[in-house]
């Protein structure tokens, strides 16, 4: 077996704007733009102008055979597009990659399933894709229906699986069907916590068996656990190569850069989102209203201001730990008597906690601003924030304790 | 002890490509040989799911333009069968067409259709429409069966003429699939085919000698309209099958050549827009 299993030299991936947010145009267009591109000519080289996004530029990397690499780096700085380009989805738009083995590839959500198959001729069906023979999928069966947990589902029709379970299945069929490489991305997410863990331990077995994997996530914990090398991506860009916990360190100092910078610049918002009003500033406030300090057991208020005031707006706010693991979410969506809808309280929004049950250490806020039923626009660590030691019912926070949550309690203990 | 040595994964080298690379590398064709069979597979399994009458579908299509054409073509507007029984004569040529026109109609939207797949994993995507295609060839056997049974109960009997169905099955393949890769290539790029095919396709039924007999075309433009390449598969079905006439070979020649144009082309330009389809799909 070759030493090497991914090597990339300058590579890069550029995209039409505009073509790759509304996905595809009419055929009028076309036409019309055909018409009009012998006088754009003239003018000059209208296709190298502001249109254009490089996706990936210059990225020249190698990746050794048996080695576990994390992609880590905001939204939109390419992690996704360098999958997508070694999993040969997509072609790179200059330099090259070798990639050498077969590659098992799991990208973002959703699954390479045909709706209308069922589990059983999925499997089939995915693992000729990967490139195996009828017989070496046959050998392996027995393993993915058992890790997938859907025996009982084998003769249904995929789109009849809830999500979980395709995620499930899918993940089974990547693990399983021995890539010599295997591709990660973000699918973790969507799973139960049973099946995150089991998950986990089937990629660390990859792992050890020597095979290449290549994962991105937003969680930085798992990626901690699990990779041993960090790719720090900027822009489509290397920034940062180095052994994980270095790799991550220069990743929470970008975020921590760029969530005290101003919020209108950031160019990693939400891909979903429809931009008709930008989150501005975010921050935590504590009782006297001095920012991103607060005391545990003390009230605080999250406010968040935006750029246009819409109608019937809502705001979901995830509660995460420095390292990206999700501590709880505070969402609008879900009401209760206590909201209220304010006229006069102008573009922004607050959420007010009234005891802040969280344990002294360092925290980020991530925002999804909604209105209209749709997503206006989404934020990963818009803000970080330190939580001082405090009273909580009474009770000191232990500094040392497990965990990110301190409950309000009272013990009934004999005298 | 010897062991056998394995196979050293081979490398491969992921970059711009330029000209006609991907669908004309027949070792990346024949390394997907097993996926090839199972797209074709998947597609004669999936036509017919969640359908009540299943592969009778590829009967009841045919025939029952067969029985609507007979009454008004042959009943009402008396068009010339060339003094064959107006059913056989349409249904001879309805065959073929019925499978020409499933193989654009599904052929064009089998990217699209199949996104889910194009946009999450790798494989050579002229399987997609290929695999219609391929598919399209069961239906054809079960309705090529019941023309024969219909023509034999009506006291007709092929002649050996019925060895050329291969050649203009192949002529009728062979342009479907051009045409379907070169619209399902442009279908991921501007959704208007989705409106443009089944309304082609039914012009396209009235410029083939379905309903009519090329012979009631004046020269040259009997000969002239077999660059449509339907028109050489249609007349040479009815020629083999119901063993009467003259061989239209003049016909079948020059839809055969103008079938391989279309392949060619259709074909080439899969080729050159196939890299894109999944920043569009």
């Not at chain 1, 589990?119 to 017989?135: H, Q, V, Y």
């Not at chain 2, 390394?31 to 579908?57: E, F, H």
Request: charged share 20%; aromatic share 8%.
């Amino acid at each position: 077996m070759a030493a090497t299993a991914i090597e990339t030299h300058e590579l890069g991936k550029r995209y039409r704007l505009g073509l790759s947010r509304r996905g595809y145009g009419t055929l009028r267009e076309a036409l019309v733009e055909a018409a009009q591109r012998p006088f754009k000519r003239k003018r000059g080289e209208a296709k190298n102008g502001a249109d254009v996004l490089w996706a990936l530029k210059d990225l020249s990397m190698t990746i050794e055979n048996g080695e576990v690499v994390g992609l880590i780096g905001h939204n939109g700085a390419g992690k996704s597009t360098l999958l997508k380009i070694l999993s040969r989805i997509t072609e790179p738009s200059a330099g090259y990659a070798d990639v050498t083995g077969r590659v098992g590839s799991l990208l973002e959500v959703g699954t390479g399933f045909h709706p209308e198959l069922t589990g059983r001729e999925n499997i089939f069906l995915n693992g000729s894709i990967l490139g195996m023979r009828k017989a070496e999928i046959r050998a392996r069966f027995d393993e993915i229906v058992e890790f997938a947990e859907i025996e009982r589902f084998l003769d249904t029709p995929v789109k009849r699986y809830s999500s979980g379970m395709s995620v499930r299945l899918a993940f089974a069929v990547a693990a399983y069907l021995e890539p010599e490489i295997l591709l990660v991305d973000e699918v973790l997410a969507v799973g139960d916590a049973a099946f995150q863990r089991k998950s986990l331990g089937k990629m660390n077995e990859v792992a050890k068996e020597g095979r290449t994997v290549v994962f991105v996530s937003h969680n930085l914990a798992i990626i901690q656990a699990l990779c041993t090398r960090g790719i720090l991506l900027e822009r489509g860009e290397v920034v940062t190569d180095a052994p994980i916990g270095a790799a991550i360190d220069s990743y929470l100092r970008t975020l921590e850069s760029a969530a005290s910078a101003d919020l209108l610049e950031r160019t990693d918002r939400d891909t979903r989102a429809y931009d008709e009003t930008l989150v501005r500033r975010l921050e935590i406030q504590n009782r006297g209203g001095a920012p991103n300090v607060v005391v545990a057991g003390q009230p605080a208020t999250i406010v968040v201001e935006v750029t246009e005031e819409l109608p019937a707006m809502d705001c979901q706010l995830t509660i995460a730990n420095s390292l990206g693991q999700p501590v709880c979410t505070l969402d609008s969506k879900v009401s209760a008597p206590v909201d209220a809808r304010d006229g006069q309280i102008g573009p922004r929004i607050e959420c007010e906690i009234g005891e802040l049950p969280l344990l002294p250490g360092r925290y980020r806020i991530d925002v999804l601003v909604m209105a209209k039923n749709q997503i206006q626009d989404g934020l990963q660590a818009a803000a970080f924030f330190d939580v001082e030691p405090g009273l909580v019912g009474g009770r000191p926070t232990a500094a040392a304790g497990e965990g990110h949550i301190v409950l309000p309690h009272a013990w009934r203990l004999p005298s | 002890m010897f062991k056998a040595v394995e196979t050293p994964a081979e490398t491969i080298r992921l970059q711009p490509t330029r000209g006609f690379s991907r669908v004309l590398a027949p070792r990346e064709l024949w390394r997907y040989r097993d996926l090839a069979g199972q797209i074709a597979v998947r597609d004669i399994t999936v036509r017919y799911r969640q359908t009540a009458l299943g592969g009778a579908w590829a009967v009841l299509q045919p025939i029952g333009f067969m029985v609507v054409f007979s009454l008004i073509f042959g009943q009402v507007a008396g068009v010339s069968s060339n003094g064959l029984p107006y059913p056989l004569f349409s249904l001879a040529a309805l065959v073929p067409w019925t499978f020409f026109a499933n193989a654009l109609l599904l052929g064009s939207d089998s990217l699209v259709s199949n996104s889910a797949l194009v946009s999450k994993i790798y494989f050579p995507r002229i399987f997609m429409p290929a695999g219609v295609v391929a598919a399209g060839f069961v239906d054809l056997a079960i309705s090529i069966t019941i023309l024969l049974i219909i023509v034999f109960a009506w006291g007709f009997v092929p002649s050996v003429a019925i060895l050329t169905l291969p050649l203009l099955i192949a002529i009728g393949a062979a342009a479907a699939l051009g045409i379907s890769a070169a619209l399902s290539a442009i279908n991921v790029r501007y959704r208007d085919v989705r409106y443009v095919v089944p309304f082609a396709i039914q012009m396209w039924l009235f410029l083939t000698p379905v309903v009519y007999a090329s012979s009631s075309i004046d020269e040259p433009w009997r000969t002239l309209s077999a660059i449509n390449p339907m028109v050489g598969v249609v007349e040479g079905f009815r020629w083999a099958t119901l063993g009467t006439g003259n061989a239209p070979w003049d016909l079948i020649g020059i839809s055969a050549a103008s079938a391989l144009v279309i392949f060619a082309a259709g074909l080439a330009y899969f080729d050159r827009v196939e890299r894109a389809f999944a920043d569009y799909v």
